[in-house]
């Protein structure tokens, strides 16, 4: 069945001025007003407001997917050649950042285009206010069918989809429960390769031709604990990867990177994370094809023995064999959205994106997981094929955040921004114009401490070239200077040589909390956990 109909060049022609009026309608919607809870009527787009030229918007997101395991990216670890082809056909950003690097509220920031602590959700333990004003809702409001395909992982049921099926909270690698409004199915096989199938199968057999949409297609791969599928299994095991350079970081000069728990060393796990042992879960032939790949894995290690720096080398070797491999299935399955996208001739008229909810550590400073401000789980891949505006193979170092992902998309339909949201459209840059007014700065704030990991709460500001971060709870600051030092080993805080620097931070890291009205940063946790402040 065909989709949204392909505009011939006469229709290219017009499709500006019918976006403006289609501006000009949507912008009248008193977005303040009620949203049509899930299963209500939509309203219908306004007649001057032809759905047919709207983009249709597919946004493929990933968990935990960090920028440099991206070869677009540059990554010297892997080939991605599905992502690598949205990179040449759209724009690749260079500088996305997340407010806040952790997976629920990463999600909570892009439905909402606020920070943490503006929507509620500032660690993985809150559950998501689902009465907010998202973009899905105001996307559905202005006329567009809206829908959710896999991680979730807001506790919450989704609001604001026609059409929402989602893994059950994390969700496993194998055999999801997929949780709908109507209930519950088990689905057997491999998760990244079944929501991908049900993504598309919504997008063939069971939205409304009529009407633009917007697919959120939401992976839980490569999220730990980082489990290949039948078609990876094994993909890299004659691979030997070169180690980051901070590897055996000391974190001297930075007391907080000192305290935490999530080195590959001390606190990666042979049996869980690097698979020791089976995972359960799986199907009798599930098993026996892990088994294959697996047990001689282990007795491998059981024959080495490696201990001290060895066992670190191994470590390292084994965790990019895995998590590389999820990445490699998360890259087959987007060629085969892009593909069916090609075949079904919406292609033209759609928008996607490729994300992810934050960057991770490969390694890097001796780590895996994310939540520090640190650039390797600061950064967010970002890229965005819009046929027809972005200029194919671009690229754009502006800084840019998660906080302006709803915006942007709400632009791409032609619905206006609520002035609540603290993120702004990127479409000028998607078009190739940066703004001489653009933001100089982002915001950062880590809340969940103590909890896993133990990343002590800090909050922060970086520029293109510095940044500076603030461990509250330990009254310590660093700095770092990206140009000189783009690994942050050197914190210049203390150092006199950029006092005026620190006090120009200090000054911009003020400006922001104002602006986002973050005004008692080191009080957020208690004021969102009256009861439990103290005991979090
Ligand atoms: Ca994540």
């Known amino acids: 069945m065909q989709g949204l109909l392909k505009p011939g060049p006469a229709a290219r022609i017009r499709s500006s001025a019918l976006i403006l009026g289609a501006l000009l309608a949507c912008s009248q919607l008193p977005v303040e007003e009620p949203l049509p809870a899930p299963g209500e009527p939509q309203l219908e787009p306004a007649p001057d407001a032809p759905a047919l030229d709207r983009p249709n918007i597919v946004f493929v997101f990933t968990d935990d997917h960090a920028p440099h395991a991206i070869s677009a990216y540059g990554s010297v670890l892997n080939q991605t050649p599905n992502i690598d082809r949205l990179a040449k056909e759209g724009m690749l950003f260079t500088r996305t950042f997340c407010g806040n690097s952790l997976c629920a509220p990463s999600r909570a920031t892009i439905l909402t285009g606020k920070h943490s602590h503006a929507n509620g959700h500032i660690d993985n333990a809150s559950v998501f206010d ?78 409304d031709p009529d009407k633009p949409f917007m697919l959120m297609l939401q992976h839980k791969a490569p999220h730990r604990r980082w489990q290949p599928g039948p078609r990876e299994l094994g993909m890299y095991d004659d691979v030997q990867f070169p180690e980051p350079s901070t590897l055996f970081d000391d974190y001297e000069g930075r007391r907080a990177a000192g305290m935490q728990e999530m080195t590959l060393r001390d606190h990666m796990s042979l049996e869980y994370d ?104 600061l950064r967010m891949p970002f890229i965005v094929r819009w046929p027809g505006h972005t200029p194919p193979g671009s690229e754009c170092a502006a800084l840019t955040q998660n906080i302006d992902f709803g915006p942007t998309f709400l632009d791409l339909a032609g619905v206006e ?120």
């Not at 809206?146 to 059950?168: I, N, Q």
């Open 130 to 207: 689902g009465s907010q004003v998202t973009f899905p809702k105001l996307l559905r409001s202005a006329g567009y069918q809206t829908a959710l395909v896999g991680k979730w992982h807001l506790k919450s049921a989704p609001t604001g989809f026609d059409h929402w099926e989602v893994l059950k909270g994390q969700g496993p690698y194998y055999n999801p429960p997929i949780r709908r409004a109507e209930g519950t199915e088990q689905i057997e096989g491999y998760t990244t390769e079944i929501l991908t199938d049900l993504g598309l199968d919504w997008l063939r057999n069971e939205r």
């Open 417 to 536: 921004t609520p002035s609540a949201m603290h993120g702004v459209s990127l479409k000028p840059l998607l078009k190739g114009d940066q703004p001489a007014d653009w933001r100089k700065s982002i915001y950062y704030h880590y809340y969940e401490y103590p909890a896993v990991h133990m990343v002590n709460r800090h909050y922060g500001v970086r520029t293109e070239r510095y940044k500076l971060m603030h461990f509250y709870q330990l009254g310590e600051w660093e700095l770092f200077d990206l140009e000189r030092d783009p690994h942050e080993l050197t914190n210049r805080a203390a150092d006199p040589s950029y006092a005026q620097v620190r006090a120009s931070l200090e000054k911009e890291l003020l400006k922001l909390q104002e602006q986002y009205g973050e005004t008692d940063p080191e009080g957020t946790v208690d004021r969102i956990y009256p009861k439990a402040a103290g005991a979090r």
């Open 274 to 377: 690097l698979k020791l042992e089976d995972p359960g879960g799986l199907t009798e032939e599930q098993l026996a094809a892990w088994k294959e790949i697996y047990d001689p894995k282990r007795a491998e290690f059981e024959e080495l023995a490696p201990e001290g720096d060895d066992l670190l080398h191994w470590k390292y070797q084994r965790y990019m064999q895995d998590y590389l491999a999820c990445v490699e299935g998360v890259d087959h399955q987007l060629g085969r959205v892009l593909d069916y996208l090609d075949e079904s001739g919406l292609a033209e008229n759609t928008v996607v994106i490729y994300s992810s909810d934050q960057g991770f550590y490969l390694g890097d400073h001796g780590w895996y997981d994310k939540r520090w401000m640190y650039e390797e789980s």
